[in-house]
């Protein structure tokens, strides 16, 4: 059974940091690109940002040079380090693991976890 369990969410406000991570099981991990995503009260899910089994990394320009995406293969774990927060980035927060297996395609999702960004 695949699993992606987020945690790290919260509160905070304008300028802080947060981390969050992403712990998978039942997946070939290194297999797989490992990405966040999120989803704002009445908006699409959009990307925020991605990161292949070989540490190649893809932003939104939203983000770019506040957010950090990073891996342990060994682990199964990705994180997402996120400074310089602001109020547009409060959204629910969503991992995701996409790749081919085997000639099959999947794409699993985590429950999500919520960041507010608030004075």
């Known amino acids: 059974q695949v699993q992606l369990v987020e945690s790290g969410g919260g509160l905070v406000q304008p300028g802080g940091s947060l981390r969050l991570s992403c712990s998978a099981s039942?997946?070939?991990?290194?297999?797989?690109?490992m990405g966040w995503y999120r989803q704002a009260p009445g908006k699409q899910r959009e990307l925020v940002a991605t990161i292949t089994s070989g540490g190649s990394t893809n932003y939104a320009d939203s983000v770019k040079g506040r957010f950090t995406i990073s891996r342990d293969n060994a682990k199964k774990a990705v994180t997402l380090q996120m400074n310089s927060l602001n109020v547009e980035d409060t959204a629910v927060y969503y991992c995701?693991?996409?790749?081919?297996?085997?000639?099959?395609?999947?794409?699993?999702w985590g429950q999500g976890t919520q960041v507010t960004v608030s004075s």
């Open positions: 039942g997946i070939l991990f290194g297999l797989y690109v």
């Open positions: 995701n693991a996409n790749g081919r297996v085997f000639g099959r395609s999947n794409d699993y």
